[in-house]
Each structure stands twice: as structure tokens, then as C-alpha cells.
């Protein structure tokens, strides 16, 4: 993908200096998230779903359960709207006008087509890959039950819109040159990170000491910590 779509539709009518067409920001958004929040119109009423996701260079890869209701109306080839977005900070301005949150974002459109036979285990492995990064290699293949009882879908990354609001000191924001003069002394402006961050592993209960924490905990230890 060389380039996303510019499509009219998906473009911010405001702030539109913070859209971005580039695929490289759109896979650094997919790759900070773990959730996707499905909307789709069901009898006549929205509904929003939050679902396990994975993606490649072409498609997004939802989770579901051939049980569930909601999951088959997923694939009936109705519209969805998919929305993915990571917080990376506040930005405390001079002004509550003026704050803001820093985050990336994307806004998938289009529709879902069910995945099958080997194109549906290697989808799962994409998902299981963007939650658990090494796990999916240290269990046991999926069984025939196992992927009976699950649905993945796949959605075209051909409708993408990509927002980026970037950490920034607010000040940088102010272009009319008053800068720190400008200040009220008693008013503390700035910005703060903010993240997931993990914490320490905790063994199932009556599971062996012996047993070591396994590469895919300590890479997912290691990809969610506190910024700087």
C-alpha cells in the first residue's frame, strides 16, 4: 500500500492538517491497539461492539463467536464503521479552550466478508499475534471444535481515515509570540504522558514453580510500559 485513499468522505472537516494518508501511521495505530469498536445498524438501532482485531498490509481481522448474534449480522455484508484510537497524553493549556488530549486514531468503513479453512487460522494467528505478540507459537494448534465455534472477518483497509493530535508543549500551539510573558505566574501549563503499562506476571494457581515466564508475557511486559 503505497498510499491510503483520499477519500472526501474520510477527510476531517476541521483540523484537517492532522489527517494523514501515509500507511506507515496507519499500522503504528493498529499496532498500539488491542480493541476495535464495531458500529453497525441492527432492527433499526445502532450498536457498538468492542472486539479483539488483528490486520495486514490489506485487511483488518475481527474477532467473534459463531454464536453470537451480533457477530453473524457482522457478516451479512451490512455497513460497519470500525474505530481504533490509543490516548498518549494530556495537554494542559492556557485556557480549558485550549487543552487537549494527544492520541491517534483510525476509522475504518466498509464491509466484512467471513474468513475460512486456512485463510480463517491464519487470520486468527494475526489476532492473536497483535494481542499476545510469541504466544500464538508456544500453544497447541486451534481444534476443530475451536474454530468451529469462532468467527473472523475480514475488512478491506480501503476506507481508512488516520488522525494524529501528536505530544507537544502546548505553548507550541500559540503563534501569536506573547510565549512564557504571556503567562499567568500562578497557572501551571504543560503536558503530561500517559499509557497501559503492565505489571508483574502472576502464575495460575497450582502451577508449577518450575515453570518460567515465557518469551510472549515478557515481550508484552516490555511493549506496555509508561512513557518518558
Known amino acids: 500500500m503505497a498510499e491510503l485513499p483520499d477519500d472526501p468522505e474520510l477527510t476531517p472537516t476541521r483540523y484537517d492538517e492532522l489527517s494523514s494518508h501515509d500507511p506507515v501511521v496507519l499500522f503504528d495505530v493498529l499496532g498500539s491497539g488491542v480493541v476495535a469498536h464495531v458500529a453497525l445498524v441492527r432492527d ?3 450498536i457498538v461492539l468492542g472486539t479483539a482485531y488483528g490486520f495486514d498490509d490489506d485487511f483488518l481481522y475481527l474477532h467473534g463467536s459463531t454464536g453470537s448474534r451480533l457477530s453473524r449480522d457482522m457478516a451479512d455484508g451490512r ?5 481504533i484510537a490509543t490516548l498518549d497524553g494530556f495537554l494542559f ?3 480549558g479552550f485550549d487543552s487537549a488530549v494527544s492520541y491517534r486514531s483510525a476509522v475504518i468503513r ?3 466478508t467471513e474468513c475460512v479453512d486456512d485463510e480463517k487460522v491464519r487470520a486468527l494467528r494475526l489476532i492473536n499475534e497483535n494481542l499476545m505478540p510469541g504466544r500464538w507459537d508456544e500453544l497447541p494448534a486451534p481444534t476443530r471444535k475451536e474454530l468451529a465455534a469462532t468467527l473472523v472477518l475480514r475488512v478491506p483497509l ?3 481515515s488516520v488522525k494524529v493530535l501528536p505530544h507537544h508543549d502546548p505553548e507550541d500551539d500559540f503563534d ?3 510565549g512564557a510573558d504571556a503567562l499567568d505566574p500562578r497557572l501551571w501549563v504543560g503536558s503530561l504522558r500517559v499509557g497501559l503499562a503492565a505489571g508483574e506476571p ?3 494457581r497450582g502451577m508449577s514453580g518450575e515453570v518460567p515466564v515465557p518469551e510472549s508475557v515478557k515481550r508484552q511486559m516490555t511493549r506496555f510500559v509508561l512513557p518518558e
Open 176 to 178: 501569536d509570540g506573547s
Open 110 to 112: 466498509g464491509s466484512a
Open 93 to 95: 493549556a492556557r485556557t
Open 202 to 204: 502472576v502464575a495460575s
Open 79 to 83: 455497513p460497519l464503521c470500525i474505530s
Open 44 to 46: 433499526g438501532e445502532p
Open 158 to 160: 480501503d476506507r481508512v
